[in-house]
């Protein structure tokens, strides 16, 4: 073969190789441009009623956190992702509870849980989040006596919330009380605490009643109240119970009487707007919407932006929202969204917010908390007044008694429920 021959050869192969490069790229073009790689959500799992009794408390926790997620998105998201909130409505049944937090551990993969408002509803899923090393964040007060390596508590221990608030009370009012409640661990445990403080200066409790966070019927309570008049009562009612309670107080005419309580917070308030305040109702927590700072100013004026202007934040709502805040700042520090990693490092952040400085004890995993005493206004809102002195580092286990003596009672509590519980729905 020539010279000239190899070159023809070589020059029509090399036309024929522009030609099928033309093609390819004539096809591309067709196709446009690539869209970009939207990446993987970071997916945030909530456990929360949006219907059944708590309904009315709960819907305000997950509009806190839907807003924290928002602002976070706006800002970039976490890691170059997005993050994405998975919500399963409890119900106000902790049994459902449970099994909606199983199923977003497992099937729906998130990186974090927040989720609950009864103590019941945690302690149902603490063994599902302890089973799959996860991690959740609880923001209610509650009676304590709990410590979980998988559980971040957000809301007031004991020595925040009861404890601080009975004590204010049985100065300013005196030492005869009455107990009502709602019948699940929470109530009881909390009026423990109360009948020890009690005692402690040598007063009575005149009363002790438990009804269902449904209960309506409030006559025979009022019966009594009106025989024994006690100098105060402390109210560890929850849900829409309290609406029938301070409706019944007002009809048999016992406004005189002060009332104390532990789970009504400014949307509880605002949902007996219907009914003429109780002149002398004290609530306790560690944020109260009336609160000055600018910080909570800024807060408030963003949620009711979001919500409309008419709803009310509360300490719950806020301690949902500095949560997720809490839980993104430890996400960007450690560079990963791994619940395991998370929770080997998450104690040693802080973040500011609306109630100030989020902080949490490594210790114990509680967050050191301010006391509030508030005084319930016509217009839904409270007239608040600091207990404390400053940041209250949590006790979980109060030192009134041994902490293998808290652990004794909780057991007996648990199972005295547990076997009424049997006893009022007997398997067929």
């Not at 192969?13 to 441009?33: E, K, N, R």
């Not at 989020?358 to 005493?373: E, M, N, S």
Request: with cysteine; aromatic share 8%; hydrophobic share 45%.
């Amino acid at each position: 073969m020539d010279e000239s021959t190899t070159m023809a050869r070589t020059f029509r192969f090399g036309l024929l190789l522009l030609a099928l490069i033309g093609v390819g790229f004539a096809s591309l073009s067709l196709l446009g441009p690539r869209a970009p790689v939207t990446p993987a959500p970071i997916r945030i799992g909530v456990v929360h009623a949006l219907s059944g009794a708590m309904a009315e408390s709960e819907r305000g926790l997950v509009d806190a956190l839907r807003l924290a997620i928002d602002e976070l998105n706006s800002a970039g998201g976490l890691l170059g992702r997005p993050l994405e909130l998975i919500l399963i409505d409890s119900r106000s049944d902790w049994t459902l509870a449970a099994a909606a937090a199983e199923r977003l551990i497992t099937e729906e993969k998130v990186s974090a849980l927040f989720a609950c408002w009864t103590s019941s509803c945690r302690r149902a899923l603490k063994p599902v989040v302890e089973a799959h090393q996860h991690l959740m964040f609880y923001p209610l007060q509650y009676e304590g006596l709990e410590q979980s390596p998988r559980i971040l508590y957000l809301g007031a221990a004991p020595n925040q919330q009861i404890i601080p608030g009975a004590r204010w009370a049985l100065d300013r009012f005196g030492t005869r009380v009455y107990l009502v409640g709602s019948d699940y661990i929470f109530p009881r445990l909390a009026n423990q605490f109360i009948r020890d403080l009690t005692n402690m200066v040598d007063g009575t409790v005149v009363a002790e009643h438990y009804v269902s966070m449904n209960e309506g019927d409030f006559s025979a309570i009022m019966t009594d109240l009106g025989e024994q008049m006690p100098d105060v009562v402390f109210n560890t009612l929850n849900g829409i119970a309290n609406r029938s309670f301070f409706d019944a107080l007002s009809q048999a005419g016992l406004t005189q009487i002060p009332v104390v309580s532990f789970s009504v917070a400014e949307p509880e308030l605002r949902a007996m707007k219907h009914l003429p305040p109780h002149p002398l109702h004290f609530a306790v927590w560690g944020y109260f919407q009336s609160l000055p700072s600018e910080a909570n100013r800024a807060f408030v004026a963003a949620f009711q932006q979001r919500y409309g202007p008419d709803r009310t934040t509360s300490d719950p709502l806020v301690a949902s929202y500095q949560g997720v805040k809490l839980w993104a700042a430890a996400v960007a520090e450690a560079g990963t969204d791994n619940p395991r990693q998370i929770n080997r490092t998450i104690t040693r952040m802080s973040v500011a917010g609306p109630s100030g400085i989020l902080v949490l004890d490594a210790g114990t995993r509680h967050a050191w908390r301010r006391v509030y005493v508030g005084q319930a206004r016509a217009d839904g809102q409270f007239d608040a007044a600091e207990l404390s002195a400053g940041l209250v580092r949590p006790l979980p286990f109060p030192p009134l008694r041994s902490r293998d003596e808290w652990l004794a009672l909780v057991a007996t509590v648990a199972a005295t429920m547990h076997n009424a519980a049997i006893t009022a729905n007997p398997t067929p």
